[in-house]
């Protein structure tokens, strides 16, 4: 029998989300799922490892590569950590994992360019006997994916959502309505979606009521999309909103998936001559500059997705593999990939404001720093 870890609260976060029935791509409630991927026989405490990470979009991958080195060597694995360089990505991703499996790795954990891109790597590494871990991005449409290690995306968007409304209110200085405008991160990304329908759940009742109004009519995710989460096209769509909507009209807010889109827009509106400091925008990573920014006054929330335990829960699962043991997961009903229900292993995300951030970032030396600077 699979050992499954249900904590209570995660639970009560599955069911609550099961019965919103809201659903995005890669993530659907299914009742049905078992989440019993298999305990491999084991493999040898000093096998080879692959992780293979996609661009550095954020600081939060680059950190990933670096507590990827240090924890599996200190775990006693031999680790093959790969970046896919930013040009050329998904082709260059495919050929690396396809040269891991090649070279002998027993694990393989994923931060996927194009989580719909990998299916014929993923049947070689299941032909040799690899297990796949899918880490922060889920791989879709493939069978051949056995667990999935992240934080939990959907509240991530929730908790978004809920900052915009909140920086709002605190912050515009007027009562309801609010100018709103939304963005969205990468297409190819699978948490993309995932983010979007999180903040969505918030904030399209906040829509339909009034409260909020899309000045631009822009509410589809396809119009929200910001192309391989790049700054640039964040910076130009929004220039583009504020010229075609808010020359006379005061733009309140934007809803942000990151840190680094969110750096963008502010830059965009700070170019435009509007005030920002009656401007809310929300964001994910806690990057330092945005530390900084929020500090400062400008963007109003970050996320903490504390990578380093990301990395350790990974790790701890690479290492009951290697025993032979149960892996432990605490979710089996939210992560469908299009073909299955991924067992998975999520972690709960941390909202920051100016407010809470010496507390969020209490273990963090390089956070707390700049937090206690700015007090
Ligand atoms: C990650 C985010 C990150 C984004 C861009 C997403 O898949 O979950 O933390 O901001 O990629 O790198």
Known sequence: MKKIALAAAALATV?????????????????????????????AADSTIGVALPDKTSENWVLAGKLFEDGLKEAG?????????????????????????????????????????LGTQLQQAADA??????????????????YYVAFDNFKVGELQGQALLDGLAKRSGHAAPWNVELFSGSPDDANSAVFFDGAMKVLQPKIDDGTLKVVSGQTAIAQTATQGWKAENAQSRMDSLLAANYTSAT?????????????????????????ISTFTV????????????????EQYSTINKDTSLLVEQTIKMI???????????????QYNNGVKVVPAYLLKPVIVTKE??????????TLLDIVKAAQ
């Open 282 to 297: 929300t964001g994910q990573d806690s990057e330092v500059e945005s530390v900084k920014s929020i500090m400062a006054g």
């Open 77 to 117: 694995f031999k680790g093959d950590v790969q970046y896919a360089p930013a040009s050329n990505t998904v082709a260059e991703q495919q050929n690396q994992i396809s040269a891991m499996i090649t070279n002998g790795a027993k694990v393989i954990v994923i931060g996927a360019k194009d989580g719909k891109q």
């Open 356 to 365: 809470n951030a010496a507390e969020a970032y209490a273990n963090n030396p």
């Open 319 to 333: 290492g009951q593999l290697q025993k032979g043991e149960d892996v432990d997961v605490n979710d089996t009903e």
């Open 129 to 146: 006997g690899v297990k796949i871990i899918a880490y922060d991005r889920l791989i879709e449409n493939t069978p051949n994916v056995d």
């Open 251 to 275: 733009i309140d807010g934007v809803l942000s998936p990151n840190d680094t889109l969110a750096r963008a827009i502010i830059t965009s509106v700070k170019q435009a001559g509007k005030d």
């Open 15 to 43: 069911t609550a989300l099961a019965l919103t029935g809201c659903s995005g791509s890669g993530r659907t409630a299914d009742p049905s799922a078992s989440g019993d991927a298999g305990a491999s026989a084991g493999f």
